[in-house]
């Protein structure tokens, strides 16, 4: 048995069909199955809180993955999460005391400590560290060119359970919105890319099989409003809390509860995620922190949290899987809990459930 769990960062699943992501669709249609409506990410809807669901198979309440950047107690500062890394285990750790192999190759670089990917057997780019002349996505990440090099390279493709990460639909929709030309584009080439992946995996196909997901989607910014600051909205309303902007979100640590929050103006709303943490957002493609002019689609917000949910391969199990992806609305956390379903190893913090045990 072999997992292969391939993301396709911000791949919208309204994008997914025989029109933009035509292998894909074969894959899903004639080899395996997926979930109509969609999978939901954790909040926020961000990448790292959602990368640090699909390894540990918890939620941020146990990983601690709130936004991409995380409270440091003691620079007193919100610092990037890759420096941190989840506050549980990982299916790398896990599946090692199990005697498996692993590997994580990622288009983004950042991802690497946010996942705690030097805890996989291989992993790339190393400690997160672009090897130098590596070509880059339009946003400066790893081109998904180089990610399939590497793992060619690294022989990522054997491991029994495969992590690939690719970034470009992630860069293109931060660019260019969710629906212009360029972001289709984009989708198209993610969709030939996909299958190049694929066809790495076909040696061992009756023993395979292949997960292809995403971790949230994009709103379009709406730039008639200035960027929310919600450090300023909590001084202005006399409210206690320190504040990280973030995407769509807000959140607050300290914070004095969703029901005060969601009294601020700009505010549609909020939820607590834990103990004196609240996560807020306003209304659609209204951005916290800063509005680049350049930016045009953003995440974080629960109006991204949907996430393409897909499974094929040739193992006899994907039809048990597909048919529990088709009745189900699968969360982040649940594909970790398969993987040691599949695999056989135990993951004892994870809070999701596995998608072998029908619901
Ligand atoms: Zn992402």
């Known amino acids: 048995m072999r997992v292969a769990f391939l993301i396709e960062d911000s791949l919208p699943n309204g994008r997914v069909g025989p029109e933009h992501t035509p292998h894909l669709w074969r894959l899903i249609t004639e080899e395996g199955g997926w979930a109509p409506d969609g999978g939901r990410s954790v909040l926020a809807s961000s990448t790292y809180p959602n990368h640090a669901s699909f390894v540990t198979g918890a939620d941020v309440q146990q990983h601690r993955i709130f936004t991409n950047d995380v409270w440091d107690s003691e620079q007193e500062a919100f610092i990037c999460s890759a420096f941190v890394g989840p506050a549980i285990e990982t299916v790398f750790d896990a599946a090692r005391r199990a005697g498996l192999s692993t590997s994580a190759i990622l288009g983004d670089q950042t991802m690497v400590g946010s996942m705690d990917a030097p805890s996989a057997d291989v992993h790339w780019p190393p400690m997160g560290e672009p090897p130098e002349g590596a070509a880059t996505d339009s946003l400066g990440y790893m081109a998904t060119s180089e ?118 103006d700009p505010i549609e709303d909020a939820v607590d995620l834990d103990e004196g943490i609240t996560l807020a957002w306003s209304g659609p493609g209204r951005v916290f922190g800063r509005r680049h002019k350049s930016i045009n689609g953003q995440h974080g917000s629960p109006r991204t949290r949907t996430q393409v949910a897909s499974v094929f391969g040739g193992h006899p199990v994907v039809k048990t899987l597909a048919d529990e992806l088709a009745s189900t609305t699968p969360s982040a956390t649940d594909y970790a809990p398969t993987m040691a379903a599949l695999l056989g190893f135990d993951l004892p913090h994870a809070t999701g459930r596995s998608l072998l045990q029908t619901s």
């Open 147 to 264: 990610v399939i090099a590497a793992a060619d390279r690294l022989d990522a493709w054997a491991a029994d359970l495969v992590f690939i990460h690719g970034n470009e639909p992630d860069s293109a929709l931060h660019l260019y919105g969710p629906d212009a030309p360029e972001t289709i584009d984009a989708i198209h080439q993610c969709d030939v890319q996909l299958a190049e992946m694929v066809d790495r995996l076909r040696p061992r196909w009756d023993e395979t099989v292949v997960f292809v997901v995403s971790d949230h989607e994009q709103e379009q910014i709406d730039h008639r409003f200035d960027a929310i600051d919600l450090g300023a909205e909590l001084d202005a309303a006399g409210l206690p809390g320190i504040a990280h902007n973030e995407g769509t979100v807000g959140l607050v640590i300290e914070s004095p509860g969703a029901a005060a929050i969601r009294r601020l």
